[in-house]
């Protein structure tokens, strides 16, 4: 399975305030809470360095058509 990562929560400094679509939290559990609300999502990546928490998702699979082969090397 291919997962992908989306940036859910950014943090606005002072200090450990969250926001959320434009919604500012006044703690990182407050915006956790509201990302789960929002998306149902349990599985958080939190990224200290950068101040993102990122939720994972499953990536949509592109199916891969299958090879094609002739008898004289034509497609």
Known sequence: MNYEYTVVLTRVPPG????LDGQ???T???GLNAVFVKTG???FLINAKEGT???QREAE??????????????N
């Open 53 to 55: 928490v990122s939720i």
């Open 41 to 43: 999502c349990t599985v």
């Open 24 to 26: 500012v939290y006044d």
């Open 61 to 74: 699979s592109v199916p891969v058509p299958p090879k094609r082969f002739s008898l004289y090397d034509e």
């Open 16 to 19: 450990d305030r969250w926001n």
């Open 28 to 30: 990182l559990t407050d």
